[in-house]
Every structure is written in C-alpha cells, then in structure tokens.
C-alpha cells in the first residue's frame, strides 16, 4: 500500500462501516504498518503438513502428489495447478534430462528448447535443480527434483560446492534480467554454458 492507501484503510479500521468484518491477507506481516496491525486480531495460518497436503492433493486426482508438491515448494494449490497441466510436466522432465546429461551436452540446443516456456518457470526448475545438487553434496537428499535423485547424483559426484553455489548466485542474478529487452537466448546460454563446464 502506498501511504495515502494505508491511511484509507486505517480510518476504516478505525471507524468500520456497521456490521462489517474486514479480513486482511499477507505473507509479509513485517511490511504492515504497525498502526494497522495494532487494529487487527493476528491469526497464523502456517503451511499444512506435507502429509495432508499429499491426501489432499490425491483426493483432487493429483498425479504424483508428492513429486508435484516438492516441486511446487510444498504449496498444495500450486501443486494442483502444475500437476493440470501436461506440458508443463513434459517440458520439466526434458529440461531436467538436458541437465543430467554428463556427456553430449548441448548448452546451445537447451537454450534454444526453453525459448517457448516463461523464463520465471525455467529459472525456477533451474534454481531448484541447482538447489537439489547443493543438497545431495551436504545431506545426501534432494528437496524439489525427487523424481531425478539418481540423475542428479550422477552429476554432482565432479562439482565442488563451491562451483555450485557460483552458478546458484549467477540464476539469482539473471532474475533481474529475464523481463529486460536484452537477447534471452544469450541469458540461457551463458547460464547452461557455465553449468555444463562444472562437470569437465
């Protein structure tokens, strides 16, 4: 909220309209006016447990309702939403396959493939990719690519941790250029190029 919408509402908090309940919805209470939180009733709502998200999920005929909430960053309705869509799958699969490959690699080809999907979604399968590889060489599990556990302990066993954390700040960095009218192509080949030289 800008300050002249924050000031809107708090009058409003402060003189409600009769009968009238207000619900206020944030994932980020620190950025609330603290003249606006003094007027509400806090209540958490935290993530539910993975377990019942996953009986929820089969319940709404979720294919793979564990792949597809780890995937999701253990948010259900996202999970949902991705499992819907079998492109989405597909291309997933594909692209986590080009990025197991140890031999053959095809930085050039990858980037020209993920043209045609919304560069946020590549760079999330990327970053989590990238993620799952620092987890595997520190605790020997994998949180968001389950499916692709022994593709992806085939390919960390070369890499050191700190070449991973490297290209994990290089994905943060291109986040700020995905939506800038630079050639994106030439963002995911510099990106794939650097990936695929950890493994040489």
Same mark, same amino acid.
């Given at each position: 909220?800008?300050? !002249?919408?924050?000031?809107?509402?708090?009058?409003?908090?402060?003189?409600?309209?009769?009968?009238?309940?207000?619900?206020?919805?944030?994932?980020?209470?620190?950025?609330?006016?603290?003249?606006?939180?003094?007027?509400?009733?806090?209540?958490?709502?935290?993530?539910?447990?993975?377990?019942?998200?996953?009986?929820?999920? &089969?319940?709404?005929?979720?294919?793979?309702?564990? $792949? @597809?909430?780890?995937?999701?960053?253990?948010?259900?309705? !996202?999970?949902?939403?991705?499992?819907?869509?079998?492109?989405?799958?597909?291309?997933?699969?594909? *692209?986590?396959? &080009? /990025?197991?490959?140890?031999?053959?690699?095809?930085?050039?080809?990858?980037?020209?493939?993920?043209?045609?999907?919304?560069?946020?979604?590549?760079?999330?399968? *990327?970053?989590?990719?990238?993620?799952?590889?620092?987890?595997?060489?520190?605790?020997?599990? @994998?949180?968001?690519?389950?499916?692709?556990?022994?593709?992806? +302990? !085939?390919?960390? +066993?070369?890499?050191?941790?700190?070449?991973?954390?490297?290209?994990? !700040?290089?994905?943060?960095?291109?986040?700020?250029?995905?939506?800038?009218?630079? +050639? /994106?192509?030439?963002?995911?080949?510099? $990106? *794939?190029?650097?990936?695929?030289?950890?493994?040489?």
């Amino acid at each position: 909220l800008n300050p !002249n919408a924050a000031n809107a509402l708090l009058k409003m908090l402060e003189e409600p309209p009769v009968q009238t309940l207000f619900v206020l919805v944030t994932n980020h209470l620190s950025r609330i006016l603290p003249t606006i939180r003094s007027r509400c009733r806090l209540l958490k709502l935290p993530a539910p447990d993975d377990r019942d998200a996953i009986t929820w999920l &089969a319940q709404h005929d979720c294919a793979e309702p564990a $792949l @597809n909430l780890a995937l999701a960053g253990f948010a259900p309705l !996202n999970a949902l939403e991705n499992s819907e869509d079998r492109g989405w799958q597909a291309q997933r699969k594909q *692209f986590c396959e &080009a /990025l197991a490959r140890t031999h053959s690699a095809d930085p050039i080809a990858l980037a020209e493939s993920v043209l045609k999907i919304a560069p946020a979604t590549v760079l999330r399968w *990327f970053q989590t990719w990238i993620y799952d590889l620092v987890s595997l060489k520190t605790t020997q599990t @994998n949180r968001y690519h389950t499916d692709q556990l022994n593709s992806q +302990n !085939n390919f960390k +066993n070369n890499i050191q941790l700190i070449e991973l954390m490297n290209i994990y !700040n290089k994905i943060i960095a291109a986040r700020r250029l995905i939506h800038h009218p630079l +050639n /994106l192509k030439l963002v995911w080949e510099s $990106l *794939f190029i650097k990936y695929f030289n950890l493994n040489n």
